[in-house]
């Protein structure tokens, strides 16, 4: 495979997968908000904050200027933090090319109104564009130390598809496709709560069971509110769903499971956070997707209880108590 390609966001996530592109040959820009961090990256030849360690290919360069980036490339693929994703739409809206193609990395929702991002890309730039997204169990440090993984590539779009498999797929990296965007986006959203809770379980020293119990009845929670958007019940038992939730619940890799298990241990929210040092989108998703299940009336107890921790001060053992005192149901 060979080609060009555009990332913008310079975090873990987008590093990793501007070095994964290159390993197909293609031709990668990488875009990063901080002049002085870019700078640092250029001259090092690696991202020492996020991924130490892990050299740049030849065939990856990297810019701060954000309409050089996309015009680089008509093929963009955006991972910055949901909060940033409206606002990096609207920077290169101005700048793209009539063929250009938009692809996120980033899991989570719009924090202004709740919406996917599949929607926000849409209002900001139109229906017209081919879009996809990318989701799945993946660790930025184990892709970018090219470690076997596999990911969704979710699109209604398939020559997007096809070009998108050219320039990620490899005997390392597989790639699966599927049309269900709205399934993959809400997997991938809301698994970051979960991870949490999960995390705070295990600070609290539940054990083994526990997280066991809090995997498979948050992804019945992951099915409901996917299933009510418009997602398909495959998609939620595949990679971008029940993969991801494993993964993010169960590794310390995972930031939202570290969030956790500070929380877990008693620690504040903040003093984690600042040990943590990255984005831990489960904070956001946790405010959008209890409103959202508010919104349509779905119960999502996990949730419920983990938005409570973070927002209303609510004692862990308190919320682990709050779910053990529901009223005995039936599994489906």
């Known amino acids: 495979m060979s080609g060009k390609i555009c990332v913008l966001g310079a975090g873990s996530w987008g590093t990793a997968l501007a070095i994964q592109a290159t390993r197909n040959h293609c031709q990668t820009l990488l875009w990063g908000h901080d002049p002085l961090q870019i700078q640092q990256m250029a001259t090092q030849r690696e991202n020492r904050r996020y991924l130490p360690g892990h050299s740049f290919p030849d065939l990856l360069d990297t810019s ?6 996309v015009k680089f490339s008509p093929l963009i693929l955006i991972s910055v933090p949901s909060h940033a994703f409206k606002e990096t739409l609207e920077k290169i809206q101005p700048h793209l090319a009539p063929d250009a193609r938009i692809t996120w990395a980033t899991k989570g929702f719009n924090p202004e109104d709740g919406s996917l991002l599949h929607t926000v890309v849409e209002s900001t730039l139109g229906k017209q564009r081919p879009t996809a997204v990318l989701s799945g169990p993946t660790f930025a440090k184990e892709v970018a130390a090219d470690l076997p993984t596999a990911i969704t590539i979710a699109s209604s779009s398939p020559s997007l598809t096809t070009e998108l498999t050219g320039i990620f797929h490899n005997q390392r990296f597989r790639t699966y ?23 705070i379980a295990d600070g609290l020293g539940f054990g083994a069971n526990t997280r066991a119990a809090l995997i498979t009845r948050g992804l019945h929670e ?5 299933q009510k958007l418009g997602g398909q019940t495959d998609t939620f038992m595949g990679l971008a769903g029940l993969g991801d939730l494993i993964l993010t619940c169960t590794d310390n890799q995972s930031r939202n499971r570290r969030l956790g298990l500070a929380i877990g241990e008693g620690k504040s929210r903040q003093h984690a956070l600042t040990e943590i040092d990255q984005e831990v989108e489960g904070i956001s998703a946790a405010r959008e997707t209890y409103l959202l299940a508010q919104k349509l009336s779905i119960e999502m107890p996990i949730v419920e209880q983990t938005y409570k921790v973070l927002y209303e001060d609510l004692a862990p053992k308190q919320a682990v108590i709050n779910l053990l005192n529901r009223d005995p149901k039936s599994e489906s």
């Open 222 to 226: 992951i099915m409901l509110l996917g």
């Open 177 to 199: 496709s599927s049309s269900d965007i709205i399934g993959v986006q809400v997997g991938g959203a809301v698994k970051n709560i979960l991870a949490i809770a999960a995390g």
């Open 64 to 69: 701060t200027d954000i309409v050089e980036a």
